[in-house]
């Protein structure tokens, strides 16, 4: 192959193909955000792009299925399976953007002690002389001592290498940041003492900057994965960090590049320096977790499904590529089991769910679904694999909450009413209104409780691929073609509501409580944060219940990381927490396979009584 260049529009991204790479592989080399569900296989269909100038290769059978005659002619090819054979430009839909994004970075916050785990302190030193030549490193830590009754016995080496040049500057007066018995930190008297929260998702990172002197929250944002465009289930990042020992440091840079850039946008919005955190903690599913931190994940796809480690961990930050106080730590909560990481421990800790009684549901919903059943004092944890369909994978129109998506359905008789983000042009759907519409369809009579679609409704027709509902007919906005729902979108919404219901069932059967029981249910996350409950209990995915015992609670992961990041006795609690919930592997669980049959149903679940 020639040295073919690429030009991505509207991203205004150039490069250079390398030998034997797709337009996806380049896309992800040059950091450019093209959704790959699949991970690159061809079955998403979610890496549309369009040919504008130059030669590829000729349409595969993957492209066909997915395309149509017309949509190939007019330059239409998935990234994935498009190769150059000359110079070309293209563009990128915003439907095959994974950025931008609406982010979930808020949640419920609630009152917690304030125990940071560093602390600093204000030293002067004796002047050396000829008569007292006591080494620096002494002197410091003896002044710690006598000013401050602080004992401390360590001190960390790039601090050390820093020591002597820096407290002459300082003319020996400075600051001292101590965490247990070592010296991470020196700086000026007026430096911050700063802290970084972040919850790791699979999908998307949302991160805090928080005063480590009173606790006070100073920014937050949210940024999506770069880890997506190699798949958006766990499987395929882990298959691919199981490639190669390249590979797996590629995963493992994307994801620590992204959280260190997250770091420094943040500290720039209060005009601070990266250098001024002292103390991180990361809460991560466990793949997401063994990513972060370089572990071998192989086995974590291999039955049994074995963590390389559960128990909360303290890793310096320089060692994971974190560009922070030379000294500083990473704190990483605890896992519970492959698929119920530290990120719900986190939700757990910052609900205060562990502390019911119950009978309370709590449930974070995404890709991987984790949802918890605190009854009689003990915490039952499963995992359901509700796979992307609920945030807009395997969707035909499907999309990521992004300008334009739309997020709220009604259908009132022959009218489809909806709502979009921004109130921008239609371009797709994303979860919220995925599950709308569903919901809607089912209450109107048009999908029935089986999941077929009828022709009962003016607004069905028959495509080559069965009946679709039109949401957005041609041209209605802007000339954008249709935009709608299919029998194939119902089926995957199916899967993945049926992941969900039958987790929550497994869990409530093998305690011994009936549905009714349930005090509350507790939903976080980002895709929970902005579902209509309605809609989710209308088709069954959350149990029949009075819609005043939901109560969604935003990123209650990132909130249960900045409770660690300021105190030490809820990195404790996390811990306990970790270790007293009982999990289920769902597939092993009696009658599995009848209870998700029958959670395949829309409507309320036939539940035995």
């Not at 290769?57 to 239409?76: A, F, K, M, N």
């Not at 371009?427 to 809607?440: E, F, P």
């Not at 954008?480 to 089926?491: E, G, L, S, Y």
Request: net charge negative; proline share 4%.
């Amino acid at each position: 192959m020639p040295n073919c260049n690429i030009d991505f529009q509207p991203i205004g991204r150039r490069g250079q193909f390398q030998e034997g790479e797709s337009v996806l592989d380049c896309a992800r080399r040059l950091r450019v955000g093209i959704s790959s569900v699949c991970g690159g296989v061809g079955t998403c269909g979610k890496c549309r792009v369009k040919i504008l100038s130059g030669s590829v290769s000729e349409p595969t059978s993957r492209e066909t299925d997915d395309l149509s005659h017309q949509e190939i002619s007019g330059g239409w090819r998935l990234a994935c399976q498009v190769y150059p054979a000359s110079d070309i430009r293209l563009h990128v839909p915003p439907e095959s953007m994974t950025t931008p994004q609406r982010m979930q970075v808020e949640g419920l916050e609630t009152e917690g002690a304030f125990e940071p785990p560093v602390r600093a302190y204000q030293v002067t030193l004796a002047s050396p002389s000829l008569v007292n030549q006591e080494a620096d490193a002494e002197r410091l830590l003896s002044a710690l001592s006598q000013q401050h009754q602080v004992k401390c016995e360590e001190l960390d080496f790039d601090v050390l290498k820093a020591l002597s040049p820096q407290i002459r500057a300082w003319d020996s007066q400075f600051q001292v940041t101590v965490r247990g018995g070592e010296v991470v930190a020196i700086s000026h008297n007026s430096d911050r003492q700063l802290g970084f929260a972040a919850d790791l998702g699979s999908t998307k990172i949302a991160g805090y900057i928080v005063d480590l002197t009173d606790g006070r929250t100073l920014a937050a944002k949210g940024i999506m994965n770069p880890q997506i465009s190699y798949g958006e289930d766990i499987i395929s990042r882990i298959a691919v960090a199981s490639s190669s020992p390249e590979k797996a440091l590629e995963m493992q840079s994307l994801v620590t590049e992204a959280l260190d850039r997250l770091a420094g946008d943040l500290c720039a919005e209060i005009g601070a320096k990266k250098g001024a955190i002292i103390e991180a903690v990361v809460v991560a599913n466990t793949a997401m977790h063994h990513l972060f931190l370089g572990l071998p994940v192989r086995q974590l796809a291999m039955n049994p499904f074995v963590p390389a480690v559960s128990r909360a961990l303290d890793v310096k930050a320089r060692e994971l590529g974190l560009h922070f106080a030379p000294g500083s730590y990473v704190h990483v909560l605890p896992n519970i089991a492959m698929f119920v990481g530290a990120d719900h421990v986190a939700m757990l800790l910052a609900t205060e769910a562990w502390r019911e009684e119950g009978p309370v549901i709590a449930i974070d919903i995404g890709t991987n679904t984790e949802v918890s059943l605190v009854y009689n004092g003990r915490i039952t944890a499963a995992s359901c694999a509700s796979g992307p369909a609920l945030e807009g994978g395997h969707i035909k129109d499907g999309m990521r909450a992004g300008s334009g998506a739309i997020e709220r359905v009604k259908i009132i008789g022959d009218t489809a009413e909806y709502q979009t983000i921004d109130d921008a042009p239609p371009v797709g759907i994303c979860g919220s209104g995925i599950l709308d519409t569903l919901a809607q369809l089912l209450l109107a009579g048009v999908v029935e409780g089986s999941g077929r679609m009828n022709e009962n409704h003016n607004r069905v027709r028959s495509s080559e691929k069965g009946r679709e509902f039109v949401l957005v007919q041609e041209g209605e906005k802007d000339g954008n073609p249709a935009i709608v729902f299919t029998q194939h979108d119902v089926r995957q919404l199916q899967l993945g509501k049926s992941a969900i219901r039958s987790g929550i069932q497994v869990l409530l059967e093998s305690n011994g409580c009936p549905e009714s029981a349930i005090k509350q249910v507790i939903i976080a996350g980002a895709f929970g944060s902005y579902i209509d409950v309605s809609s989710a209990v209308a088709i069954g995915m959350l149990p029949a219940l009075p819609l005043e015992r939901f109560h969604q609670v935003g990123n209650a992961a990132g909130m249960g990381a900045k409770r660690a990041l300021i105190s030490l006795s809820q990195r404790a609690t996390a811990q306990s927490i970790a270790a007293s919930v009982r999990h289920i592997e769902l597939s092993s669980a009696p009658n599995f396979n009848k209870t998700f049959t029958e959670a395949m149903y829309l409507g309320k679940y036939r539940m035995k009584q």
